[in-house]
């Protein structure tokens, strides 16, 4: 198989990889990954602004795609296929990626595959070299989604939970800004809770008292408001709020999916998503799937956050299957991870 171009552009990080997928031999086929962050142009917002973005993700496509190429020792005659990003996620900047997607396919007379954004999440540990097997269950936890999935092939997946309100992403970032931490809020949150004192305070862990798989971390926040303001505000105040916030979450997240492992009948746990990076997650997970005889698979640090290399690879599976995309230029800001197509 002819290595597949992948973009990513769905929120403020602009991804291109290029992978020569081998099924036989997992971990291995990436031929070029780079990516940028604007991570900087949307700090003095607090949050990521769609127009900037967009612009933003028009001015670093074609210089990546060039690095990406130079890194793979490729030229652009030597690809197969063309996979881009085309939802969910915000519009103008999937209109970016699907845009230079379409008209490069065009212009070579490429097959082209429109991928879902958590597919390329989901199926992102299949970059490493021991790979979960179908069927799983899987964690989806970024900073616009916290949804429970079962796997039960890929291309054929069932959505056990979702989230009614904030994701877990989000309120981690929700929660720093409140707590006067610097952009992006997540990662310095859960630096700051590795100084906490775990004793302090005891938020609850949201919905786990009743059926069902669906996340709400809402209310979560609003505790956390409420201890911040009756406080004394000091720096060790501040990294115990944290540290307890940061444990209602991951004990929250741990507890659905030992629920959904139960539901399934499931024995693999994928965990992927930008939290999926959160230490406390990732050992909290693996303790439980030793207690409870469950493997847990999640892909390298590099593969949670968003990147050209997990829609590469999805990209290439539903092209491997004869999948491809009209030459109309569609994107979609929501799209249900249901309503996709299985392979054949």
Not at 6 to 30: F, Y
Not at 159 to 179: I, Y
Not at 219 to 234: C, E, F
Request: contains cysteine; proline residues 5%.
């Amino acid at each position: 198989m002819k290595p597949i171009l992948g973009i990513e552009s769905s929120c403020d990080e602009t991804g291109v990889a290029i992978l020569r997928w081998q099924p036989e031999a997992p971990g291995r086929g990436l031929l070029a990954n780079v990516l940028y962050s604007q991570t900087r142009l949307h700090a003095d917002y607090g949050g990521v602004v769609p127009e900037l973005a967009s612009r933003d993700h028009v001015r670093k496509v074609l210089p990546l795609l060039r690095a990406a190429l130079a890194q793979a020792g490729l030229e652009l005659t030597d690809l197969g296929g063309i996979a881009y990003t085309a939802g969910p996620g915000l519009v103008g900047a999937l209109l970016v990626g699907a845009a230079t997607a379409r008209a490069m396919a065009w212009a070579l007379e490429l097959p082209a595959i429109a991928v879902h954004h958590m597919e390329g999440h989901l199926l992102a540990p299949l970059l490493e070299k021991d790979p979960p097997q179908p069927p799983f269950v899987a964690l989806l936890v970024s900073g616009g989604h916290s949804m429970m999935v079962h796997v039960e092939a890929i291309g054929r997946y069932r959505v056990l939970g979702d989230t009614l309100d904030d994701a877990a992403g989000e309120a981690f970032d929700k929660t720093a800004k409140l707590l006067g931490l610097p952009y992006p809020g997540g990662v310095a949150l859960a630096e700051l809770a590795e100084q906490g004192r775990a004793d302090v305070y005891r938020f609850t862990r949201p919905m786990t008292d009743r059926p069902g798989l669906d996340f709400s971390f809402s209310g979560l926040k609003t505790q956390v408001i409420m201890a911040w303001k009756k406080s004394d505000r000091s720096e060790q105040t501040r990294a115990d709020i944290a540290r307890s916030f940061e444990e209602a979450v991951v004990d929250t997240l741990a507890i659905k999916c030992r629920r959904a492992l139960e539901v399934t009948g499931a024995d693999q746990l994928v965990i992927a998503g930008g939290v999926s990076a959160n230490r406390r997650l990732r050992a909290v997970l693996a303790a439980c799937g030793k207690r409870d005889a469950f493997r847990v698979f999640s892909p390298r640090l590099a593969f949670c956050t968003d990147n050209g290399a997990m829609i590469a690879l999805a990209g290439a599976i539903r092209l491997a299957a004869g999948q491809r995309q009209g030459e109309m230029i569609e994107v979609f800001p929501r799209w249900s991870l249901e309503s996709l197509s299985a392979l054949t």
